[in-house]
């Protein structure tokens, strides 16, 4: 089956570290995304990338690094300049390339990150 | 700057019709998508508008005005399992703008 995979789906941090998260798509979607959502709120752009080796900056990128080194893996690492990082971090991708076609987005089932 | 607005909560009971209406103050946009979010879930895609007018899938509409800047999201028969949250949202190409997400109750 088609989709996307996140991984971990929890996530512990400790203070000054460096974490990870895993997103992977089989869909053959060109353009990938992550999202920061905090309890009771929506959700907030962080990174998304287009193309393979392009990525650009969303409204929270600070602390945050993103790679694309290939096109079904786009993952994030939240450093420790990010001094708030708990949080729900949602991975999603579609398929249309800035037409006027639908874009739908598909998500990823999230990592919750916490910090010990 | 790009800001959408919706109600927080709303609440129905079943076998309603309920709209939750996205409100914007952008322009630009490709379109207006819709998405469903269960506690603890992913958000999955429910309607899209890319012209002004009605869309219909199913128990679900949603509808786009750009001259009014708005547009809503319309539930109909509604059923215990809608009870989650809902999110409007907008895009320029491959960048994608959220609402904050209206929570949707349904009572028996």
Not at chain 1, 25 to 30: A, P
Not at chain 1, 86 to 110: E, H, P, V
Not at chain 2, 22 to 47: I, K, V
Not at chain 2, 54 to 82: A, V, W
């Amino acid at each position: 089956d088609g989709g996307i995979t996140q991984s971990p789906k929890y996530l512990f941090r400790k203070e000054g570290q460096n974490v990870t998260l895993s997103c992977e798509q089989n869909l053959n979607h060109d353009a990938m995304y992550w999202y920061r959502q905090d309890p009771g709120q929506g959700l907030r752009l962080i990174y998304y990338s287009q193309i393979v080796n392009d990525f650009q900056k969303g409204d929270i990128a600070e602390g945050y690094s993103v790679s694309r080194e290939k096109k079904e893996s786009f993952p994030l690492t939240v450093t420790s300049a990010q001094k708030n990082p708990t949080a729900f971090y949602l991975c999603a991708s579609s398929k249309s390339r800035g037409t006027l076609a639908k874009n739908i987005q598909y998500f990823g089932a999230g990592t919750r990150l916490s910090v010990l | 700057g790009q800001s959408l607005e919706q109600p927080s909560e709303v609440t129905a009971v079943e076998g309603a019709i309920v709209q939750i209406n996205c409100t914007y103050q952008t322009s630009g946009f490709y379109g207006l998508s819709w998405y469903q979010q269960h506690d603890g879930g992913a958000p999955t895609f429910l309607s899209y508008n890319a012209l002004d007018g009605l869309e219909e899938t199913g128990r679900f509409s949603s509808f786009l005005s750009r001259s009014d800047s708005y547009g809503y999201l319309l539930l109909q028969e509604l059923q215990m399992k809608d009870s989650a949250s809902y999110f409007c949202a907008v895009n320029y190409g491959q960048n994608f703008v959220f609402g904050p997400g209206t929570r949707l109750s349904v009572l028996p």
